[in-house]
C-alpha cells in the first residue's frame, strides 16, 4: 500500500480548486494500534453497557453489544442481591471509599517526608542504606510478607477493624522510590537553600517549596494508590473477619464466585461497574500529570 | 549571587551559640530533624516489611498453627515442601510457566506499543486504552472473562466455536486442565500492561533527540538500528525498573487465577505459588508451612531481580 508507505514527514499536498490543502494521512501504526485498543477497551465497555440492561436485554442471545433502553434495575438488583451476603451493599462501598481515601491521603504525606530528606539531605549518614532496603523491598512480591504481617496485625489487635486495612499498606516502597527520583530531578537544591537563607524552617521548606515543585509525582502516587487500595483484595480477606468490615473487592468476589448465569450477570455487572468508575474517573482526571512523573521512574543501577 | 556557597549547607550548620556540645548531642542538633521527617515511614516499613521478611525466614524452620507458639523444627518444611508435596511442584510448574510466558512477553509488548505510540498524535487515548485494563483490575472484569469462557454453549468463545464448527460440543475452558493456564495468561497479558507500559511511554519521551541526529550521521538508517543502538541504551534505567515489574507481577500471580479459577482450582491446574502459600496461610492455619512457601519466593524473585540489575546495569555510561 503506497499510502502507507509514504515517509511521515513528507506529506502529499494536493491542490483543490487552486487551493493546495494538507490531507495528514493516519500513520501506519494507527492500522496496527486502532484494532489493539479497540480489543483492551471492549471488555470494560461492555461491562459498562451490560450494568445498565434491562433484563429483557441480559436474555437476548447472541447479547447485544450495546444497551438499548437503559435502566438501573440491576443496582437495584445489586442491592437486593447483597442483603443475602448480611450487610447491604452501600456499607462495602462505604468501607471501599473510607479505606482507599484515609491510606492515600496517608501514604503521600508520609511517603513525601521519607522522601525529602533522602533525596535534599545530602551526606545524611545512613540514606544510602534506606533507599537500597526500598529498592530490595520492591524486588520481591509482596506477599512474602503477609504471613507475619498477619502476625503483627494480630498482635496490635488491629484484626478486624480499618486500622488493619489502613496501616499496613502505608509502608509503600513504590511510592517513596517515586517521590524521592522525582525530587532528585525536579527540585533545585537552590531553592531550598534560598528558602533556608530566609528563614524558614525544614518543615515549611518540606510543604511550601518542595511540595508544590513535585505537585504531579504526588498526583500519581495519589493514583497508584488508589488504584491499588482500591481495588485489593487480599488484605480485607485476611485482616477481617466480619461482613461489615469488608470492602467491594470482596464483595465482588463472593458475587462472582460460583456458576456465571445470565440471570446475575446483570448485578454482577452493575458491581463490576461501581468498582471501576472510581478508578478510571482518578486516572482520567491526572493521566497528564502521571506520564510525567514516569519519566523518572528508572531505576539507575 | 556570589555570596551563596557553592556546597550544601545544612540546616544548621552555622556554630550555635551554644558550639561546646557532646558528639552525639551535635550529631542530633544536625541531623535529627531529617530523621524525624523520615521516623514515620521507616516505622512502617520496619514494622511491616523489614521485621516480616525475617519473621518469616524464621517461622519457615517451625510448626507454627497459630493457636500454639512455634515449635523449632529445622529443614523439615523445606523437605516436605520440595520432596512430597505435589501440588507445590503442580504450583511451581504453573508459576513458572506462567512467569516465563507473560513476563517476557508482556515486557516486550508494552515496549513496542509505547515506542509505537509515543510518536503519535492520539498518544494521550490511545495510551488511556492500552493501560485502562490494569486500572480496573482482575477481580471486576472476571465477570466478562467468566461468560467469554463459560463451559456452556451461551459461553461468548465456545458459541463462537459451535457456530463456526471447531467444535461438537462446548469445551470447559475454565475446568479442563490443559485450557486454566492459558485462560488466566490469556486475561493476564490483557491487563498486564501495567506499570512497565507507562514507564515506557515516559522514558520514550525523555530520550534526548539529539542522539537521533547523531545517529543518522553515524550511519543509522532504519528504525530498528535506532531502537537497538539509541532508544534502548537512553531508557536503561526505566527498562529495569519494567523488568523488575514483570517479574514481581509474573511471580505473583494469585488473584486473577483465583477469581477466574477458583481455590483451589479444578486438579490444581490454576494453582500458583502464591495460590499455595494462601491456601495453607490463611485457610489451613499453617503457618510455618506456608511461611517456607514465603521465603522460597523471596528467594525466587529476590535472586532475579539482581540478576536483572546485572543485565541491565550501565558500565558505559555516557
Redesign the interface.
Known amino acids: 500500500m503506497a499510502v502507507l508507505a509514504r515517509p511521515r514527514s513528507v506529506p502529499r499536498v494536493p491542490v483543490l480548486f487552486g487551493r493546495r490543502i494538507r490531507i495528514q494521512w493516519p500513520s501506519a501504526q494507527y492500522f496496527l494500534l486502532v484494532p489493539l485498543a479497540v480489543f483492551a477497551v471492549l471488555p470494560i465497555v461492555y461491562v459498562i453497557s451490560t450494568a445498565f440492561k434491562p433484563l429483557e436485554e441480559l436474555l437476548i442471545f447472541p447479547p447485544p453489544f450495546f444497551v438499548r433502553r437503559p435502566t438501573m434495575d440491576n443496582f437495584q438488583d445489586l442491592l437486593l442481591a447483597t442483603n443475602a451476603l448480611a450487610v447491604p451493599f452501600s456499607r462495602y462501598l462505604f468501607n471501599s471509599v473510607f479505606v482507599t481515601l484515609t491510606t492515600v491521603l496517608l501514604q503521600v504525606l508520609i511517603c513525601s517526608m521519607c522522601a525529602y530528606p533522602l533525596s535534599k539531605a545530602r551526606g545524611l549518614p545512613g540514606a544510602n542504606i534506606v533507599f537500597a532496603m526500598i529498592i530490595a523491598a520492591l524486588m520481591f512480591a509482596p506477599q512474602v510478607t503477609r504471613i507475619p504481617q498477619y502476625l503483627v496485625v494480630q498482635k496490635l489487635g488491629m484484626i478486624d477493624t480499618y486500622w488493619a486495612l489502613i496501616v499496613p499498606a502505608l509502608a509503600y516502597s513504590y511510592g517513596l522510590f517515586m517521590m524521592k527520583q522525582f525530587m532528585d530531578n525536579s527540585v533545585d537544591m537552590a531553592l531550598i537553600e534560598a528558602a533556608r537563607i530566609d528563614g524558614a524552617n525544614e518543615w515549611t521548606i518540606f510543604w511550601r517549596v518542595v511540595m508544590p515543585n513535585v505537585a504531579p509525582a504526588w498526583n500519581t502516587l495519589l493514583i497508584f494508590g488508589f488504584i491499588q487500595q482500591w481495588n485489593d483484595s487480599f488484605s480485607p480477606l485476611v485482616f477481617t473477619r466480619s461482613e461489615a468490615m469488608k470492602t467491594v473487592s470482596v464483595a465482588m468476589i463472593s458475587l462472582t464466585n460460583g456458576p456465571a448465569t445470565v440471570a446475575r450477570l446483570g448485578a454482577q455487572s452493575a458491581a463490576a461497574f461501581l468498582m471501576t468508575a472510581p478508578t478510571i474517573i482518578v486516572f482520567l482526571l491526572r493521566q497528564a500529570k502521571v506520564i510525567q512523573t514516569m519519566a523518572h521512574s528508572g531505576i539507575k543501577a | 549571587m556570589a555570596t551563596?556557597p557553592e556546597v550544601?549547607?545544612?540546616?544548621r550548620a552555622i556554630p550555635a551559640p551554644h558550639a561546646r556540645r557532646s558528639p552525639l548531642s551535635a550529631f542530633w542538633y544536625r541531623?535529627g530533624?531529617?530523621?524525624l521527617?523520615?521516623a514515620?515511614?521507616?516505622t512502617?516499613?520496619t514494622?511491616?516489611?523489614?521485621?516480616?521478611?525475617l519473621?518469616?525466614i524464621y517461622?519457615s524452620f517451625t510448626y507454627f498453627n497459630v493457636l500454639e507458639a512455634p515449635r523449632w523444627i529445622g529443614w523439615s518444611n523445606y523437605k516436605l515442601l520440595f520432596l512430597e508435596d505435589d501440588v507445590f511442584i503442580t504450583a511451581i510448574a504453573n508459576t513458572l510457566t506462567f512467569a516465563v510466558i507473560t513476563g517476557p512477553v508482556g515486557f516486550f509488548i508494552s515496549f513496542f506499543?509505547a515506542w509505537?505510540?509515543n510518536?503519535?498524535k492520539?498518544k494521550?487515548?490511545?495510551?488511556?486504552?492500552?493501560?485502562?485494563?490494569s486500572?480496573?483490575?482482575?477481580?471486576?472484569?472476571?465477570?466478562?472473562?467468566?461468560?467469554?469462557f463459560?463451559g456452556d454453549r451461551?459461553g461468548?468463545l465456545n458459541?463462537y466455536l459451535l457456530n463456526i464448527g471447531a467444535i461438537d460440543e462446548p469445551y470447559q475452558f475454565l475446568s479442563e486442565q490443559a485450557s486454566i493456564m492459558p485462560v488466566i495468561m490469556f486475561v493476564s497479558l490483557?491487563m498486564g500492561m501495567g506499570?512497565g507500559f507507562?514507564?515506557f511511554?515516559?522514558?520514550l519521551?525523555?530520550v534526548n533527540t539529539d542522539l537521533y541526529e547523531a545517529g543518522k550521521v553515524d550511519g543509522i538508517s532504519n528504525p530498528l538500528q535506532e531502537v537497538w543502538y539509541i532508544t534502548l541504551p537512553s531508557?536503561?534505567?526505566?527498562?529495569?525498573?519494567g523488568s523488575?515489574m514483570a517479574?514481581?507481577a509474573g511471580?505473583?500471580v494469585?488473584?486473577v487465577a483465583?477469581?477466574l479459577a477458583?481455590l483451589p482450582s479444578p486438579l490444581y491446574a490454576g494453582h500458583t505459588i502464591?495460590s499455595h502459600?494462601?491456601d495453607y496461610?490463611?485457610i489451613r492455619f499453617e503457618?510455618g508451612y506456608?511461611?517456607t512457601v514465603?521465603?522460597i519466593?523471596?528467594l525466587w524473585?529476590?535472586g532475579l531481580?539482581?540478576l536483572l540489575?546485572r543485565i541491565?546495569?550501565?558500565k558505559n555510561e555516557y
Do not use: D, H
Not at chain 2, 8 to 11: E, I
Not at chain 2, 47 to 53: E, G
Not at chain 2, 137 to 144: E, P, R
Open positions: 551563596r550544601f549547607v545544612p540546616a541531623w530533624v531529617y530523621y521527617f523520615m514515620p515511614f521507616m512502617m516499613f514494622v511491616f516489611i523489614i521485621a516480616p521478611v519473621v518469616a517461622l506499543f509505537l505510540i510518536p503519535l492520539a494521550t487515548v490511545l495510551a488511556l486504552c492500552f493501560y485502562a485494563p486500572i480496573v483490575g482482575g477481580i471486576a472484569m472476571s465477570v466478562v472473562w467468566k461468560i467469554v463459560s451461551y461468548y458459541n490483557w506499570t507507562l514507564v511511554l515516559a522514558g519521551q525523555t531508557m536503561k534505567p526505566q527498562l529495569l525498573f523488575v517479574v514481581v511471580f505473583s494469585f488473584e483465583t477469581a477458583g502464591v502459600l494462601y496461610a490463611f503457618m506456608a511461611a514465603a521465603v519466593l523471596f524473585t529476590f531481580g539482581r540489575f541491565f546495569s550501565s
